[in-house]
């Protein structure tokens, strides 16, 4: 007797396109909440990062009463010689598990030039946002920058008048020595303040905040250049001068080598950046923050009442 054949059951063409339609979808439902979490995960890391380098700036305090110097010597910062001292970062070093490179350092030198020749490329991973790929740079960056607080800060060639600046920081782009000038608890050339200097409060005073390298042409020059990471609160958060972006204009403030808005905080973290203050507690702060408040929050000593944001 023959055995009857069981038909074979196959998709149809339109079975096969529906199930491939409801992939689709699911795949489409889920990206975003993976990108979301990876991004929780690259902000937590940069938080991290930020609560490390707070620590670290009340560990190098307790040994020499003040914060690190911000930039240079008794000069200003971009012209060479043996005044050059490195960065803020530089005498972070020590601080943040990275002696034996602070050890290499010939500080009889140049210390910016130094590095340059020797450590061009060395980057700090406690350094760097996660959350910001960066870019194709020369030299090693980071995503962390020295608040001057609510400065003066003239425009590059004029091209600029939105955010003139100075709550209590009357010297243009913090170059001076002379903390009566300075808004915030670090300036662009040697001053930094002590503890006491926060008359406002360590909880509502700005020490450090995130910067993006590609949309500063000062913060660009990587995190051992004493001429880097001098930042104010007067642009506001996340103002747009990234090269390479379409908000971009030269000439214009948003332009990236536009000082008084591309020397602003910025990173890659939707909706606003993350900060340390100068008790060491890490705040994320929205980029709709009130802007006067915000000023606020970068001046030391301006006696001004932070409310809330």
């Not at 339609?21 to 990108?35: D, F, R, Y």
């Not at 002696?99 to 009889?108: C, P, Q």
């Not at 008790?279 to 915000?294: K, L, P």
Request: contains cysteine.
């Amino acid at each position: 007797m023959t055995a009857i054949k069981k038909p074979f059951k196959a998709f149809t063409l339109v079975e096969l396109l529906v199930v491939i339609a409801i992939i689709g979808i699911l795949v489409a439902l889920l990206l975003p909440a993976i990108q979301a979490a990876r991004e929780a995960a690259r902000r937590s890391q940069c938080s991290n990062n930020l609560k490390q380098l707070g620590i670290a700036l009340h560990n190098y305090h307790d040994t020499f009463n003040r914060f690190p110097a911000g930039c240079s010597g008794t000069s200003d910062p971009w012209t060479p010689g043996i005044h050059r001292k490195g960065s803020m970062l530089v005498k972070l070093l020590p601080y943040v598990e990275q002696k034996a490179l602070y050890d290499e350092i010939d500080f009889t030198r140049d210390v910016t030039d130094w590095l340059w020749v020797n450590h061009r490329y060395t980057n700090i991973p406690g350094y760097l946002c996660p959350s910001d790929p960066g870019g194709n740079f020369d030299r090693a960056v980071c995503n962390y920058g020295a608040s001057m607080g609510a400065q003066a800060m003239s425009s590059q060639g004029g091209w600029c008048a939105m955010y003139p600046g100075h709550v209590n920081g009357p010297t243009g782009h913090g170059s001076t020595n002379d903390p009566n000038n300075i808004s915030g608890v670090f300036s662009r050339y040697f001053w930094s303040a002590r503890l006491s200097d926060v008359t406002d409060g360590t909880s509502t005073t700005i020490a450090i905040g995130e910067i993006r390298p590609n949309c500063g042409d000062h913060h660009l020059q990587g995190w051992f250049h004493g001429n880097a990471l001098w930042t104010s609160t007067t642009a506001p958060i996340n103002f747009p001068t990234c090269r390479n972006e379409p908000t971009h204009q030269d000439n214009s403030c948003f332009a990236y080598n536009n000082w008084q808005t591309s020397q602003g905080f910025k990173s890659k973290h939707p909706g606003g950046a993350q900060f340390v203050l100068c008790d060491a507690s890490v705040r994320f702060i929205s980029d709709t923050v009130d802007y006067q408040t915000y000023q606020y929050l970068g001046a030391r000593a301006d006696r001004n009442v932070v409310g809330s944001y």
